[in-house]
């Protein structure tokens, strides 16, 4: 069975996005939304889609799955409508602009019984799915520490998505959600979070360096940055050693594993398209199911990482050095 979607947004993610759908042979696109019904029938005639339409035709059209690909604020209005329509939903990160957004979203979803997963495509790559067996199996020992950093280089724009505090606009939200997400599927959800930062002239966080602690003495030191070219390395920390992922991590198709005492050992793992198809597949699985929470990406993990960002948003806000 063929699982149909329908994609709000018509920006580069979208694009992306629906590439991928050629590397997964049980899923297609079948109509795009936006605010513009000519803009997104536009959008699908370039990207081989058959149809455009407005959001509101979106969210009531005959569609299995609905993937929101618009700037993190609109997430909400987009995924309460989606949600009281009875559609499936992949809400691309950051979830919302909010925390309290993000939790309107997730009791929604979970009152209607509808299921919603955010997209965190890393989770899913087959390097960090090796990671993860590699860990249960207790090959570095117990976890006791993440550091991961991922940071790229833009020229400062206000009027651009990334820059905008009404777009969702700032590192955090854009870059620092993948290694604090990372850091919260390895750790858990931390106790504490200590942030410091720098913001742009227009006050939108332009960099910033997040730790998460633990009461028991584990951690995590993440950081992400619209300033700077970083390697985008993550490295999990054993008692028995340590697995390199990537970088760049949340795309990686390498480990580098050190056992204490030992050497070091390099696996590849290719992905399929771009490696958003691995996220569609989990989808279509849980779909097939009938399970309305991922068990590698459950809500639960949303509101923790959200949670962790709107700590780091604050904390920078109060101590920030403008740039």
């Not at 480990?255 to 198809?277: A, C, K, Q």
């Amino acid at each position: 069975m063929t699982t149909r979607w329908g994609v709000a947004g018509t920006g580069w993610m979208a694009e992306v996005f629906v590439a991928d759908f050629a590397h997964v042979p049980d899923a297609e696109v079948v109509t795009i939304g936006s605010r513009s019904a000519d803009r997104a029938r536009e959008f699908a005639a370039k990207n081989g889609v058959a149809d455009g339409c407005t959001y509101d035709e979106l969210v009531a059209a005959d569609v299995d799955v609905v993937y929101i690909a618009t700037p993190h604020p609109q997430h909400h209005g987009l995924a309460l409508a989606a949600i009281e329509a009875g559609k499936p939903l992949l809400v691309e990160k950051s979830f919302t602009g909010s925390l309290a957004d993000t939790r309107e979203v997730v009791d929604l979803a979970r009152r209607r019984g509808v299921f919603c997963m955010e997209a965190m495509w890393t989770r899913f790559q087959p390097a960090v799915v090796a990671a993860t067996a590699l860990i249960e199996d207790g090959a570095i020992g117990d976890v006791i520490a993440v550091q991961a950093d991922l940071g790229a280089f833009r020229d400062y724009d206000p009027e651009h998505r990334l820059f905008a505090p009404e777009l969702g606009g700032g590192s955090i939200l854009d870059l620092g959600v993948y290694p604090i997400s990372l850091a919260q599927y390895f750790l858990g959800t931390p106790e504490a979070v200590a942030a410091t930062g720098t913001r742009y002239p227009n006050g939108v966080d332009a960099s910033a360096v997040i730790a998460m602690q633990y009461a028991d003495g584990r951690g995590a030191s993440v950081a992400c940055a619209l300033t700077t070219e970083t390697p985008g390395r993550a490295v999990v920390w054993g008692t028995g050693g340590s697995i390199e992922i990537g970088p760049r991590f949340h795309h990686p198709t390498e480990l580098v594993i050190r056992r204490n005492g030992g050497g070091l050992e390099t696996l590849d793992f290719p992905v399929r398209g771009r490696g958003y198809s691995h996220e569609i597949d989990e989808v279509n699985r849980c779909l097939a199911a009938g399970i309305l929470e991922s068990p590698t990406m459950p809500l639960a993990d949303t509101v923790d990482v959200q949670w962790v960002m709107e700590e780091a948003l604050a904390q920078v806000s109060r101590s920030a050095l403008n740039r």
